[in-house]
Every structure is written in C-alpha cells, then in structure tokens.
C-alpha cells in the first residue's frame, strides 16, 4: 500500500519538473499590440463578415451574438433558429465577451469596457459609453504577460512560427 502511495507522490513531484512539449512557453507568442487611438477608432457596426475563428456563443431574444475571437460579434436574428439570419458585425478588436440588459450591450474590449446602445426601431447600434482600462492587458495563451507602453493596447497574441 505505501509503496503505491510513494509511486503516486513521486510520479506527481516529476510532472511538476518535466515542461512537456505541448505546454506553450513566453517564446511562443507575441502580442499583437496596438496604439491606445486605433484601438479606440476600431469599434462600430459594419455588414456582415464570415466566420472564420468562432468563440462564445450568446442569445438574447430574437438576437444570436457569435463572438469573432479578439475581432467583435457576428450579429444574426435568431427568430427562426433553425435558419437564424446574419445581420451585421459589431466590430471590437481584442473583443472577447458581451453581457446584454435591455438595449444596452456590454462588450470587453481588450482593456476597455464599452457601451452600444440597440434601438430596434432604427435597427441602430450607437456606441454610448467607453470605460477605459477595467481589464487587464491580455496575457499569453500560456498565461505569459508583457509589458507594452502606457498608451499601448495588447488585443491578440499570434503564435510565433519556426
């Protein structure tokens, strides 16, 4: 019996000193860093735009929100949810989460917290309120950080390639 347990601490105590190949490293990405002005200018609504690296998925009466990893939100009228139709892309780089109240939409982006107000009846989508550095800057999909001048945003990270 204390043999198995010696066995299970100790295969335990060698993991934790062995960094296996497939765990990312801070070499392995660099972030993808922006001015604190593009950043604030690449937010609004545009046509639609296709998928192409999916996250979260959101729905929200007749709404469905598909977030664009670190892009925006692809907007479709979910009212025939067997078809649902797309209907514009709320466009907010380094963009990742959204909570919805009301008419108010509230989107994570990057650093920033910002406000887009929907009227259904001009079927417009009115950016209200900007509250800036609620976030932190994004860190590494290894978890890594990096610092970036003060009026720097880091809205992705790209894997570096050999």
């Not at 604190?36 to 009466?61: A, C, H, M, W």
């Not at 664009?68 to 949810?81: A, L, S, T």
């Amino acid at each position: 019996m204390y043999r198995y347990l010696l066995m299970v601490v100790l295969a335990i105590t060698l993991k934790s000193c062995i960094r296996f190949v497939n765990e990312p490293t801070e070499d392995d990405y660099e972030p993808v860093v922006m001015s604190r002005t593009d950043f604030e200018n690449e937010v609004g609504v545009s046509d639609t735009q296709p998928l192409e690296n999916p996250g979260k998925i959101y729905v929200y009466g007749k709404f469905l929100f598909v977030n664009e990893k670190n892009k925006g939100f692809h907007i479709y009228d979910n009212r025939y949810p067997n078809s649902p139709q797309k209907v514009k892309f709320l466009k907010a780089v380094g963009a990742t989460d959204i909570a919805i109240k009301g008419e108010y939409f509230y989107v994570n982006q990057a650093t920033d917290l910002i406000t887009f107000h929907y009227i259904e009846s001009l079927n417009s989508y009115t950016l209200t309120k900007r509250v800036r550095n609620v976030f932190p800057q994004k860190q590494s999909p290894g978890g890594f950080s990096k610092s970036v001048e003060e009026n720097q945003i880091i809205v992705n990270w790209l894997k570096v390639t050999d």
